[in-house]
């Protein structure tokens, strides 16, 4: 039997090379070693968004696109959507009497989040919601629901797995073995920059090259990225090393890195130059990607029946699960469940 991996995103927004490096490459490798779920999770988006549900919604379909274009391949993949499989939303409950609720207040990602969510909004950051807080709680129900013995995320991500892991323990110990303990394996991929030389590739920080951009939108943003601040003329020798757009010809693996190097640091390169060639090269990084993309764009049917064949293999791994856990909680009431 193959072991099994879940992963999951919120579908908020397009997918960018932060994920594509950081972990999309990475379950596409996967995928052919594993049986392997990939979350599309809807509820946790709306933990956040409840007031814009109509973002989730649009979302779910450029999330699937994405996956699609990046190799996920539905044949060795169950790409499912979360709010579709009602048996997460029950372990939920179940788990939440498991966790208490200083112990989800001292999650360093929570923490965090409540932070950034202070800074945005001020006092009305501190009025957080229970489903907010809870949301740890409905992954480890994600991850319990399927078995899954391995979790491959980013760092930001460890403290929602010791969490779950936390919760399995008590589960086990209170209901008898029933649920299994998930691995995390964190990615092993550095975090991804910014064009703006932020630590971070984000959304929300407009420092991002999907991998749905098109040609304009590339050039703009690569014209725009962040050189070697010391390089004032087009003939000064620069670093490299503090150049953004070095850090993308290497990033997507430009065949002509040494040269791009040496001509940096030689001073026979100008910045521009330098930015019309990363473009050319991204372009063409992209172009089998954006080709799988278009492809499922111009049959939609084919990404619905992909999300309904993955969600309904998925449910029923999740229906199988929940019955043990049932029996075990002893709510499985034989004059009612026939
Ligand atoms: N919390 C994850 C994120 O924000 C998404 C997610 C939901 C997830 N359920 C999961 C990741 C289960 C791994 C396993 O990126």
Do not use: W
Not at 171 to 197: A, C, H, M, W
Not at 247 to 269: F, M, W
Not at 308 to 325: F, I, L, P, S
């Amino acid at each position: 039997m193959k072991k099994v991996i879940l992963t999951g995103d919120r579908p908020t927004g397009r997918m960018h090379l932060g994920h594509y490096f950081g972990s999309l490459k990475n379950r596409v490798k996967l995928q052919d070693e594993y049986d392997t779920y990939i979350l599309i999770a809807d509820v946790q988006a709306l933990t956040d968004n409840f007031e814009h549900p109509e973002k989730i919604r649009s979302n779910i379909r450029e999330i699937a696109l994405d996956y699609l274009a990046a190799g996920i391949n539905p044949d060795k993949t169950h790409i499912l959507i979360q709010s579709k499989i009602p048996e997460i939303a029950e372990m939920t409950v179940y788990l939440s009497n498991l966790v208490t609720v200083s112990r989800l207040f001292r999650n360093p990602t929570t923490k965090a989040e409540v932070a950034q969510k202070k800074h945005i909004f001020g006092n009305e950051g501190e009025s957080i919601t229970y489903g907010f807080l809870g949301y740890p709680v409905s992954q480890s129900a994600d991850l319990t629901c399927f078995d899954c013995d391995i979790c491959p995320v980013g760092d930001d991500q460890a403290p929602h797995l010791e969490q779950a892991r936390e919760i399995v323990r008590k589960f086990n110990s209170i209901y008898g073995p029933t649920l299994k303990e998930p691995q995390t394996v964190l990615s092993t991929t550095p975090r991804i920059k910014g064009l703006d030389g932020n630590e971070k590739m984000g959304k929300s920080l407009g420092n991002a090259i999907y991998l749905a951009d098109d040609e304009e939108a590339i050039t703009k943003k690569i014209m725009g990225a962040i050189t070697d601040t010391n390089k004032i003329k087009k003939d000064d020798p620069a670093d490299p090393e503090k150049c953004m757009v070095y850090y993308y010809h290497k990033l997507i693996d430009n065949p002509n890195l040494a040269t791009v190097c040496q001509e940096c640091q030689k001073g026979s390169r100008g910045c521009v130059a330098c930015k019309k060639e990363l473009i050319k090269v991204m372009l063409e990084f992209l172009k089998p990607i954006q080709e799988k993309r278009h492809y499922y764009e111009q049959h939609p049917e084919l990404v619905d029946k992909i999300l309904n064949d993955g969600t309904q293999k998925a449910r029923k791994k999740a229906q199988e699960v929940m019955k043990r856990v049932r029996k075990n909680m002893q709510i499985d009431y034989d004059f009612i469940d026939k």
